[in-house]
């Protein structure tokens, strides 16, 4: 079992950068695939990109592809998500998720999140 705590959230503006961090306690970590996802206020929560447990497997959604950058640091226990050219569209409360295995992109299928951070862009 781990328990994710995201970081890093806050107001910059469209075109900036910034970076996500999550922070996840507990015993074997390194074997967990870690993910991102997003909401918007009024929309659904939205996959934003994986990892997997070796870092060999990442993913992202097409609307963050080449944008968004995710990593690891098993060591430290942290998964990291770098936002760069950041637009209006992408505000949304970031949270991290955890599942053992393999990289998934439905949120019901993670056992284990975090209670978000704040992006916020203003144009």
């Known amino acids: 079992q781990v328990s994710p705590v995201e970081s890093g959230g806050g107001l910059v503006q469209a075109g900036d950068s910034m970076r996500l961090t999550c922070v996840a306690s507990?015993?074997?970590?390194?074997?967990?695939?870690m993910a991102w996802f997003r909401q918007a206020p009024g929309k659904e929560r939205e996959f934003v990109a994986a990892?997997?447990?070796?870092?060999?497997?990442?993913d992202y959604d097409d609307s963050v592809k080449g944008r968004f950058i995710i990593s690891r640091d098993n060591d430290k226990n942290t998964v990291y998500l770098q936002l760069t050219s950041l637009h209006p569209a992408d505000p949304a409360v970031f949270s991290c998720?955890?599942?053992?295995?393999?990289?998934?992109?439905?949120?019901?299928?993670?056992?284990?999140w975090g209670q978000g951070t704040e992006v916020t862009v203003s144009s």
């Open positions: 990892i997997g447990w070796l870092a060999r497997n990442v």
């Open positions: 507990g015993h074997l970590f390194s074997t967990y695939a």
């Open positions: 998720a955890a599942r053992p295995s393999a990289i998934v992109y439905r949120p019901w299928e993670y056992n284990y």
